[in-house]
């Protein structure tokens, strides 16, 4: 019996669609998600203990490699001190402490519990701030389920064909202005008619929401000196980008700073945690300092921390992103001399420790080239991949990601995987 099939059959009686994320529903890629009760490293086991190399990652989270000894070991001992207080303590001190050392926009930061209450955060107290309504985001980026947010988003919404969401109020959506991401014209346009309108511009300063695109140099820089310029705050979402491209994120990588910047994943180290954060000035507008409200009960859960603070410490070893940067562009260099042997209009290219593969001749810029890649080759691929024990993401609008436990015998294995799954194609 396929204990997958089995389990997401009975999964769909109490779970709308079988799954509590939709991106996991294997939906836009036809056939049964596969449940995994297992992992080491950068493997995977699911229920029939079919083993598989990684490269989800749980969408980021696992930059170390999954049930690192150490991360185990640290959550293990503080869980023993209780799971949570609901008041301050030490460890929340020093996660702050470490993120404002690292991030280097970052002067003030409050914790939360996901990526989506970090922007949904984040967008109020820009708001609050500068007192005006209208926000900016690009269509194809994503940045959590907040209503404000899921107008023309990517990821599961993509996916799934409805990148703005049923349930989200006309009243709502209608101050939130979406941009083609890469398009320096039109964001000139829309300051010039609304630039003192603008209460903040949301990016995914790398994108991997729709498939991974990477910023052109002067869009960044322009959209910087526009939001400077107009009393706008630029909010970089770096839930996926923070610590994933570099140790700093994109704003270290690109040499620009934000107003305010958004974490998670990589932060928690596979438990809940989001954070939000920028300048001091912004972040006084907090409750209970400021008029700005905002809240949790298990913010800084001090079990979420001691995994996150694990994570944070290990990846502040000497090359660590090198390393990891190195075998990723192993990984994205060999499928695209795979493909080449089959004549596939194929692409791949990485940043840092984050991946994108297009069935296109060039990796995409835009929302619109994205669009116009096959996606039924993408489809049949990553079935045959699966086949062979390889994960990748479920939808042709996800990046990929490398861990530190990935081995170059991991990635020649997924090169051999890859030459058999592009002969089939
Ligand atoms: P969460 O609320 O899922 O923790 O974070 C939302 C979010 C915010 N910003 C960016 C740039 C993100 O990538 C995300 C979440 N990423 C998706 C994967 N593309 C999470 C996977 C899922 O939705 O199941």
């Not at 930059?63 to 209780?82: C, F, K, N, T, Y």
């Not at 995994?307 to 695209?336: C, P, S, W």
């Not at 593969?357 to 039924?376: N, T």
Request: include cysteine.
């Amino acid at each position: 019996m396929d204990r997958n099939k089995d389990l997401f059959e009975k999964s769909l009686r109490t779970i709308p669609g079988g799954v509590n994320s939709p991106v996991r529903a294997f939906g836009s890629v036809g056939g049964t998600p596969i449940f995994f009760k297992k992992a080491r490293g950068s493997r995977l086991w699911d229920e029939n203990d079919k083993e598989y190399i990684d490269y989800i990652n749980s969408w980021g989270p696992m930059i170390l490699g999954h049930a690192h000894p150490q991360v185990i070991q640290a959550v293990q001992s503080v869980a023993e001190d209780s799971l949570s207080f609901g008041a301050p303590t030490a460890r929340e001190l020093e996660m702050a402490e470490t993120i404002v050392n690292l991030v280097p926009s970052i002067e003030q930061v409050r914790l939360v519990s996901s990526g989506t209450e970090a922007t949904m955060s984040a967008i109020r107290v820009a708001r609050g701030f500068t007192g005006r309504d209208t926000i900016v985001k690009f269509e194809g980026c994503y940045h959590g389920h907040a209503d404000a947010l899921l107008v023309k988003a990517g990821s599961g919404a993509l996916t799934f064909g409805q990148p703005s969401s049923a349930g989200v109020p006309e009243d709502f959506a209608k101050h939130t202005l979406t941009l083609p991401y890469n398009d320096t014209d039109a964001l000139v346009e829309l300051f010039k008619k609304m630039g003192t309108h603008i209460a903040c511009v949301i990016i995914e300063p790398v994108v991997g929401n729709m498939n991974l695109i990477i910023p052109h140099e002067e869009f960044l820089k322009t959209l910087r000196s526009l939001c400077s310029e107009h009393g706008s705050i630029l909010i970089f979402d770096e839930v996926m980008t923070g610590f994933r491209v570099s140790l700093g994120g994109a704003q270290e990588l690109f040499g620009i700073l934000p107003d305010m910047t958004t974490l998670g994943k990589v932060i928690g180290g596979g438990l809940p945690v989001g954070a939000f954060g920028g300048r001091k000035d912004i972040m006084q507008k907090l409750a209970p300092i400021g008029p700005v409200y905002q809240a949790g009960t298990l913010s800084g859960n001090p079990v979420a921390l001691a995994a996150g603070l694990a994570t944070l410490r290990l990846i502040q070893k000497e090359n660590f992103y090198e390393d990891l940067a190195k075998m990723t562009h192993a990984l994205v260099k060999g499928l695209e001399d795979a493909s080449k042997a089959f004549n596939h209009a194929f692409s791949a290219r990485n940043v840092g420790g984050m991946f994108g593969l297009y069935f296109s001749d060039k990796a995409p810029d835009s929302f619109d080239e994205v669009m116009a890649s096959d996606r039924e080759k993408f489809k049949q691929f990553f079935h045959h991949m699966l086949d062979e024990g390889i994960y990748f993401g479920p939808s042709a609008f996800e990046a990929g990601f490398v861990s530190a436990a990935h081995t170059q015998e991991d990635i020649q294995t997924t090169l051999n995987a890859a030459q058999k799954a592009f002969k089939k194609l």
